[in-house]
């Protein structure tokens, strides 16, 4: 069983930053890419950026390129959320994620984490 953990959530004011953190535990587990998705009150769960492990490169949803940044730890399988300039929009239940299709977060996951809230006030 891959266990995945979230932390760095927390309320912050419009203008803000916050830096999500996420380590995978448990049984190996091989894959070519992590992501981060979110979920807002009332919407379905989106991707907003994803990070392929070998190469590092990197992909986001339009909602958030040019403020957010994904990256990886130096332990294996840690990914880190780096929100700048954060919106009210912004605002929602944010989860690390092993993506099924790397090229294609909208085709589900294997794994989820419980995920960490964000709060964005204006």
């Known amino acids: 069983q891959v266990q995945l953990m979230e932390s760095g959530g927390g309320s912050v004011q419009a203008g803000g930053s916050l830096r999500l953190s996420c380590a995978a535990s448990?049984?190996?587990?091989?894959?070519?890419?992590m992501a981060w998705f979110r979920q807002a009150p009332g919407k379905e769960r989106e991707g907003v950026a994803l990070?392929?492990?070998?190469?590092?490169?990197?992909y986001y949803a339009d909602s958030v390129k040019g403020r957010f940044t994904i990256s990886q730890g130096n332990a294996k399988n840690t990914v880190y959320l780096q929100m700048n300039s954060l919106k009210p929009e912004d605002t929602g239940t944010y989860y690390c994620?092993?993506?099924?299709?790397?090229?294609?977060?909208?085709?589900?996951?294997?794994?989820w984490g419980q995920g960490t809230q964000v709060t964005v006030s204006s």
């Open positions: 994620a092993f993506p099924i299709y790397c090229s294609d977060l909208a085709r589900g996951v294997r794994y």
């Open positions: 448990g049984s190996t587990y091989n894959s070519n890419c």
């Open positions: 990070i392929y492990t070998g190469g590092g490169s990197t």
